[in-house]
């Protein structure tokens, strides 16, 4: 059974960087791709970026001068680190599997992070 | 990038009803080389993180009820419950996956009549 678990700091203070990371259980990450997608409190879902393992990463355009997708096959963990964080950062971040035929098929919990001061 | 709009954003159903929830993008997914929509539909409950539901825009994931159907093709979209039971009340988001950055719809909150 494939599980994937967040973690890292839950407030993080404004202009400081935001790293998480996802840690991978059941599944290999050099198999598949990896992505990161966040949802601010009462609102819809963002698509961040998503990482195959030493092959390619790809990045929303909106956040893309500071995000930072990285891959440690040996921790079976992919990370997110998101540079000069604002209070419009505040969300939570879930990690999740890219399934194969499309769409995202496993998910973390998510973890909520605050950017306050 | 694509832009997802989904109609309505509520809905409210009586139980054992068809519930309906459309999903419309701004150019179409669907890839002529192998004829798929890039599209996926998910549900989320509160304090959960979404499931995925439907993929190829009509493809159920295993272990979803089969009472969730999706069709369409191009730039329109539905995500049908045949039957709504309690446990269906989510709010429901599609996806593109046919292009990066990779969007979702607004939502649409599903709710007992």
């Known amino acids: 059974q494939v599980q994937l678990q967040e973690s890292g700091p839950g407030l993080v203070k404004p202009s400081e960087t935001l790293s998480l990371t996802c840690t991978v259980s059941g599944d290999s990450i050099r198999g598949d791709y990896w992505t990161w997608i966040r949802q601010p409190p009462g609102k819809g879902l963002e698509w961040i970026g998503y990482i195959h393992y030493s092959v390619t990463t790809n990045y929303n355009p909106s956040l893309k001068s500071r995000v930072t997708i990285s891959a440690d096959a040996s921790k079976n963990q992919f990370s997110l680190r998101l540079s000069s964080v604002t209070t419009a950062d505040t969300a939570v971040y879930y990690c999740a599997r890219v399934k194969r035929s499309g769409g995202f098929d496993i998910w973390g919990q998510g973890t909520m992070v605050t950017v306050s001061s | 990038d694509i832009v997802m709009t989904q109609s309505p954003d509520s809905l409210a159903v009586s139980l054992g009803e068809r519930a309906t929830i459309n999903c419309k993008s701004s150019q179409s997914v669907l890839y002529s080389s192998n004829n798929k929509n890039y599209l996926a539909w998910y549900q989320q409950k509160p304090g959960q993180p979404p499931k995925l539901l439907i993929y190829?825009?009509?493809t159920r994931e295993s272990g979803v009820p089969d009472r969730f159907s999706g069709s369409g093709s191009g730039t329109d979209f539905t995500l049908t419950i045949s039957s709504l039971q309690t446990e269906d009340v989510a709010l429901y988001y599609c996806q593109q996956y046919y292009s990066t950055p990779y969007t979702f719809g607004q939502g649409t909150k599903l709710e007992i009549k």
């Open positions: 190829w825009a009509s």
